[in-house]
């Protein structure tokens, strides 16, 4: 595949590939950023944890308002049939739903699009770094809860953080408390369990953090959600980051700070070992 992969359109229930789908200047969705999208990844031609994405993604539209006609079953053969048809195997995926002006006849837009993957060996071997961004989560914002397009908090922060020599950037909320990072769920070890802030705290729901979570259980870790400070993160045994595309991210340094004298961490690479492995297996753990 190359980077310049056709993209899908849903034009009336069905699925039309084509090179650059349009969308209309009057759309909400590039007007002010009123839409939704999730991002997947496809192993073997074999999206991971798709129902769970989709879920997620109705879940959201029924919150937000945005009516696409499409039931959970319809996304999951429209997806499946976009990589069939492209003949992906190992990509990153992305379903992407804009709100379209009802009054102005213009229907929700729903693209299907996919691109390579960035990560690489030598960024679980070494570990990413992050910088903390003065923007901080509200957590009685809706947004945050939701996969949203309107995502310019997230993309400067990373920006930043980037400029600055990191890889992602993390959000306190408007407590003090951690929240999460511009494009991943945080969580840190300490005395062996697992600790992950509750979206309480202002964060997106993320489906890795749920896998995660269940998996960790399953390989006989604790794992606890609850309200931390930065100090916590600090005086960690280690720590790591998810995302459906990174899955499971050592992170050895917060602010110029080493976490676990910089170095991956063991449950780090247990529980990318065993995610992996999942992602392997027909029936993945139910979220």
Not at 258 to 280: F, M
Request: hydrophobic share 40%; with cysteine.
């Amino acid at each position: 595949m190359t980077n310049s992969a056709p993209a899908g359109k849903v034009v009336d229930g069905n699925l039309v590939i084509c090179k650059e789908p349009q969308v209309s200047c009057w759309d909400h969705g590039l007007l002010y950023g009123y839409g939704l999208f999730e991002t997947m990844r496809v192993y073997g031609g074999r999206i991971f944890v798709l129902k769970a994405h989709l879920q997620r993604l109705l879940s959201s539209c029924d919150q937000l308002g945005i009516g696409t006609g499409l039931s959970l079953d319809d996304l999951v053969n429209l997806a499946g049939k976009y990589v069939a048809e492209s003949e992906m195997s190992n990509v990153a995926l992305r379903l992407t739903i804009t709100r379209g002006d009802f009054h102005r006849g213009i229907p929700p837009g729903l693209f299907i699009t996919s691109r390579q993957l960035t990560y690489l060996p030598g960024h679980y071997e070494q570990g990413f770094s992050a910088v903390t961004s003065p923007v901080r989560r509200n957590p009685t914002s809706p947004l945050v809860y939701h996969k949203t397009l309107n995502y310019m908090d997230s993309l400067l922060a990373l920006e930043e953080a980037r400029g600055a020599g990191a890889q992602e950037a993390l959000f306190l909320n408007t407590n003090h408390r951690l929240a999460e990072g511009a494009i991943s769920n945080l969580f840190f070890v300490r005395d062996g369990i697992i600790h992950t802030p509750a979206v309480t705290c202002g964060l997106l729901s993320g489906i890795t953090r749920k896998t995660v979570i269940d998996l960790a259980a399953a390989m006989g870790y604790q794992a606890i959600e609850g309200e931390y400070a930065m100090k916590n993160l600090l005086a960690a045994e280690e720590a790591f980051l998810t995302n459906s595309l990174m899955e499971v991210m050592p992170l050895v340094k917060v602010d110029g700070i080493p976490i676990n004298h910089g170095k991956p961490g063991r449950v780090t690479e247990d529980l990318l070992q065993g995610y992996r492995a999942l992602t392997l297996k027909e029936e993945p753990l139910t979220i």
